[in-house]
């Protein structure tokens, strides 16, 4: 093997911990930090992971949870996977919303099992020792708000051993939060990367967020659907880019959404937030956009988005728009104008191979993806590449130092070998006194960068002509410019003209774009109508408002 070294005790190993559904968590073992007991980190708790039936024997014991973020699918087993005592550490804004988001999601089975959850987190703002020799600390990730990676560093005699663990990221900022950043001070041994991949999130980004503001300017009542964070991010892009231009365009995050930004102190122009309502009318508004989920509204339920769904679903001024990231099935027929975007906030294959090419760790374990998504791995870095499906203990550092794959082919081992990065020791670059050691920020940036966040503004600009004003103005910081700043003369003048104009656009898109239709054929409750004339801008599984005038002369055929 390699990096031979006499009488070593130190063994690392990772198990996957739900490889048969999203194949986000492994177990952690570290081996030779304390006596005659194995150290095991669970990092995440998704869907299928069970801690009891994973740890063996009377020396393994779970010393601690790692939540990389908010999300349903990495965190729905907390609850069933508390033993030992063992803390839960997450980044300090995951902390801070995690029992709202709990709540929303459906919450755990009983309210002493929740309070038992949120009395282990533990929050991760820098580094934290878990038990001698063994310390953990956040980097930044992107993907959602709150969202981190976690990184361990493991003393092994003189040396340092460090295993990132990326969770869901981007290269992306996230609602003001930084994306991650490949550039550490430190180097990485072992890398689990999760590989789940979005190569066209820009253009669906800009899209949603063009269409949104689109059909505002326009005149309609518009509801996008969607969960609590991504609605924070919608917001969080809306309220800027309407400020950065001067547009008028009021946003309202409702229920959940609402929550979770207030948790997170966030202030961003021309958005409000309001957690509770009787009538839906007091948060819906032509002109305007009101964000609520949950993703797809269901008719006759109650949440927020079903209630707002009902009340604008038989107008044809109105739009909803689905933003998904599940498997959901959206809605599709509605009187009021119906779309979905998928919208998964996931870095590029590109991306992905870019940061393990700059950070050239010894082993890639890769997570979260399956099949030929996950196979396009093998052998593609200069590190051993796991793809592995299975729960068992995969050994990655023994008594000779480094282990690679049994399966590789020597030609992989000389390929690692002859990269360096087997024999560093990065003792000499992670010391225990590390305090010059100057790691990326997590905390949201007080600057406001949508090209950063991933919207093409040039696009953007093309599609909405409004968008003509100074895009130079971006906010010091998000409390400078809030919702409720005040307007000068001129804004109000400014802003009662556009008003005008969306009532204008509004009249004629009701009553001048009509379209006649014949009916061809009604039976088994269904109507089935043929369109004699072209209808521009549609595109195949667009849902369209029709309005009946069976009664006049003009129709009857």
């Known amino acids: 093997m390699i990096d031979c070294t006499a009488d070593r005790k130190m063994h690392i190993s990772y198990q996957h911990a739900n490889p048969f559904t999203g194949r986000e968590s492994a ?31 009377d020396d393994e014991y779970l010393t601690a949870i790692c939540l990389t973020h ?44 929740r309070e038992t959850v949120l009395n ?50 981007t290269l992306r900022r996230a609602a003001g939060y930084p ?9 990485v041994d072992v890398l689990l990367l999760n590989a789940a991949a979005s190569d066209d999130i820009e253009t669906t980004l800009t899209e949603t967020v063009s269409q949104l503001i689109q059909r505002a300017l326009a005149g309609s009542t518009v509801l996008a659907t969607t969960s609590g964070l991504t609605g924070i991010h919608l917001a969080y892009l809306l309220g800027h880019l309407a400020h950065q231009y001067d547009l008028y365009l009021p946003v309202t995050l409702v229920g959940h959404a609402g929550t979770l930004a207030d948790r997170l102190g966030y202030d961003i122009p021309s958005v409000n937030t309001h957690i509770e309502f009787t009538d839906p ?40 728009v689905q933003v998904l990231s599940g498997a959901d099935s959206p809605v599709r027929t509605a009187s009021c104008t119906v779309h979905d975007e998928f919208l998964s906030n996931h870095p590029s294959r590109d991306s992905i191979d870019t940061v393990v090419d700059q950070l050239m760790p010894v082993h890639v374990v890769v997570m979260h993806q399956t099949g030929p998504a996950a196979d396009r791995y093998k052998d593609k870095f200069a590190s051993y590449v796991w793809v592995t499906d299975d729960q ?26 002859s990269s360096g990065h087997t024999t560093r020791r990065i003792g ?11 790691f ?56 009662l003209q556009q008003v005008l104009d969306r009532l204008d656009k509004l009249e004629n898109m009701l009553q001048e774009d009509r379209y006649p239709a014949r009916v061809l054929d009604t039976r088994d409750g269904v109507t089935i109508l043929r369109v004699d004339t072209e209808i521009p801008d549609v595109n195949v599984g667009d849902t369209l408002g029709v309005v009946s005038e069976s009664d006049t002369e003009a129709n009857v055929n």
């Open 27 to 57: 177990v952690i073992r570290i081996e030779g930090l304390l006596p005659d007991q194995t150290v095991c980190l669970l990092i995440d708790a998704g869907e299928g992971v069970d801690i009891d039936d994973l740890l063996e024997g």
């Open 281 to 320: 009318d007091a948060v819906l508004e032509s002109g305007a956009i009101t964000i609520a989920g949950p993703e797809v509204p269901t008719r006759g339920e109650t949440k927020s988005a079903d209630r707002l769904f009902s009340a604008i679903e038989d107008d044809p001024g109105a739009t909803l």
């Open 179 to 187: 994306g991650f950043e490949p550039e550490l001070p430190v180097d």
């Open 120 to 169: 282990r987190l533990t929050p991760l703002e820098d580094w934290t020792t878990i038990v001698d020799g063994l310390r953990v600390r956040p980097v930044p990730a992107g993907h959602t708000p709150g969202a981190t990676g976690i990184l361990l560093s493991i003393k092994d005699g003189n040396e340092h051993r460090t295993i990132l663990m990326t969770g869901d990221f």
């Open 392 to 417: 068992t203990h995969h050994t990655l550092l023994n008594d000779h130092g480094w282990t690679p794959p049994p399966w590789v082919t020597s030609m992989t081992r000389k390929r690692v070998e």
């Open 428 to 438: 000499e670059s992670l010391p225990d006194d590390d305090d010059n050691l100057s």
């Open 70 to 113: 908010a999300h349903l699918d990495h965190y729905t087993t907390l609850a069933e996977n508390l033993r030992d005592a063992a803390p839960i550490y997450t980044a300090p804004d995951t902390a801070a919303i995690l029992a709202d988001v709990i709540d929303a999601g459906g919450g755990f089975s009983d309210h002493q099992t």
């Open 440 to 495: 990326p920020p997590t905390d949201r940036y007080s600057d406001v960068d949508l090209t950063a966040e991933g919207l093409d503004i040039a696009v953007l600009t093309e599609h909405i002509p409004q968008l003509t004003g100074d895009s130079s103005r971006v906010d010091a910081s998000e409390t400078t410019h809030g919702p409720s700043a005040p307007m000068t003369q001129k804004n109000e003048a400014s802003t």
